[in-house]
């Protein structure tokens, strides 16, 4: 498996998931899912940083050819990845949305 395809989150066990334990394989989730959440703020962080350039600048929070292409990024994604595109780009649009409200409340 290249770095690319590597889906494991940056752990350092070598192993196939059919070797571990239950119990190690839920570890394994329980720290991706913190690593999701740690990224979904990161990525919060910095779309605020992007509204509050836009807002200096005189220009709409919204843009709808932005979220475009962040829509087709996550289908592109998806496909490397070959997980299901309408699914990641429905997980998206809830990322793009919770943006939109966080920003709405904070202007
Ligand atoms: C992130 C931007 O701004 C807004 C937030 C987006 C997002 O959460 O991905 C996308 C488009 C914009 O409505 C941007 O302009 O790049």
Known sequence: MTQEQS???GSTDDREPG???LEELREEIRSI???IVELIA???YVADAIAQVKADEGLPTTDEQQEQQVMERAADNAARFDVDESRVKAVFREL???NK???RENR
Do not use: K, P, V
Request: hydrophobic share 15%.
């Open 7 to 9: 889906t494991d989150g």
């Open 19 to 21: 070797e571990m334990s």
């Open 33 to 35: 899912d913190r690593e």
């Open 42 to 44: 990161q990525r919060t």
């Open 96 to 98: 793009i949305e919770l």
């Open 101 to 103: 409200e966080y920003q």
